[in-house]
């Protein structure tokens, strides 16, 4: 069998959740299976041609503008995919790359979705783009024959709104690796940013209204937490007037590092004090896994994806409460923000378990419209 992974801008080393989901379930699911050939049609200017491990990457043209990219990228890697690769199975990842589920079907594709987020609840998004994530949704949820939801928040939503559907969607949640081990030599790249170990709070995500970083750089300001910086990880993917505003906050106890590869974020997560995901909106966060592997204290905002980790109840504050959450950094002292369920937690969610769960959907017979007897046209 071969898979075809779409929707995504490529691996390894992309910023994104998508992408860090993708780098990690793939190389797992193809040794898992040594029939199954795995091909992700990456971005151009993201990705780069080649082998990552037994996966095989290409790329195709995009646009780099936050709202043509899915459009004009996504269609042309199904045509791709019929004309060069000729996959068994479409596996479309997001709900934007969901809008041409109806394509892949008409191309004789067995369909494969994975819903990472309600993105059209994002706060960039303006009407345009809300009404074709909306309408991504509704052609995911129509037209695949499986649909995979990170959280079970997005599955009951989703088969609130879609009842007739419901049987094919299933929740596999995002995967964390047991250890965060390795990375840069840390006095290497501490010493670069001017951090010392267990001197900085860490938040971790792209610059994006959604992610809440606004409210820890406030809150970080009015509590003033003695001794302590705070770093916040990753670029702006397409929210540039967001990123260049939050950045003027910059000083030499806040500080912004870009986007940084996965080796020198384990280490960032290792060293530091506190790790903060103040997020207003997710699917179901792999960095909040990614901070429980490094085994460091987590305070998350209480939005509904975030409660689903199931983490201790004193490592969540008021969504938005940002006097709440200066309150906690005054304190200076986080120790007992560390989750007592952490490896509880790491068994539930591991990549391991998570590839497995993908290989059984990928094994059974195909479900719903196909099996009652409406067949994709033929290739």
């Given amino acids: 069998m071969r898979l075809c992974a779409i929707g995504l801008r490529g691996i390894p080393d992309v910023m994104g959740g998508i992408e860090t989901h993708c780098e990690h379930l793939y190389p797992r699911l193809a040794r898992l299976d040594d029939t199954l050939e795995i091909v992700v049609i990456g971005r151009s200017g993201y990705a ?28 042309l890697a199904i045509l791709y995919a019929r004309l060069f690769v000729h996959p068994d199975v479409i596996h479309l990842h997001g709900v934007g790359p969901g809008f041409f589920a109806p394509l892949a079907r008409l191309l004789g594709f067995r369909i494969v979705g994975t819903h990472h987020a309600a993105d059209y609840d994002g706060l960039k998004w303006g009407r345009f783009g809300r009404s074709f994530l909306k ?33 094919r969607f299933v929740t596999i949640r995002n995967g964390a690796p047991p250890l965060l081990a390795g990375g840069q030599p840390e006095e290497e790249l501490l010493g670069s940013l001017g951090l010392s170990s267990n001197g900085y709070i860490l938040c971790v995500g792209r610059l994006d209204p959604s992610k809440g970083f606004q409210d820890v750089v406030q809150a970080f300001r009015i509590a003033q937490p003695k001794g302590l910086k705070l770093v916040i990880v990753g670029g702006s993917l397409g929210s540039d007037d967001y990123a260049a505003k939050l950045k003027e906050s910059a000083s030499d106890a806040i500080i912004f590092t870009g986007a940084r590869s996965s080796d020198q974020v384990r280490t960032l997560y290792r060293n530091a004090a506190l790790f903060i995901h103040p997020s207003y909106h997710e699917g179901f966060a792999i960095v909040v896994l990614e901070a429980l592997a490094a085994d460091i204290p987590i305070l998350l905002s209480d939005i509904p994806p975030h409660l689903e980790v199931e983490l201790d109840g004193v490592c969540y504050y008021p969504k938005g409460d940002i006097q709440a959450l200066a309150a906690i950094l005054a304190a200076g002292e986080y120790a007992w923000l560390r989750c007592s369920r952490r490896a509880e937690i790491l068994e539930e969610n591991d990549w391991d378990s998570v590839a497995r769960r993908h290989r059984d959907i990928l094994a059974r017979p195909v479900r719903g419209r196909r099996a009652a007897g409406v067949q994709a046209p033929a290739a």
């Fill in 135 to 167: 309408t991504g949704e509704w052609m995911m949820a129509k037209f695949a024959d499986d649909v995979i939801c990170v959280s079970s928040v997005i599955e009951t939503n989703l088969a609130q709104r879609h009842p007739r559907e419901k049987e």
């Fill in 48 to 75: 780069r041609p080649g082998m990552f491990g037994n996966v095989r990457v290409v790329t195709v043209w995009a646009p780099h503008r936050k709202a043509l990219e899915t459009l004009i990228h996504t269609p």
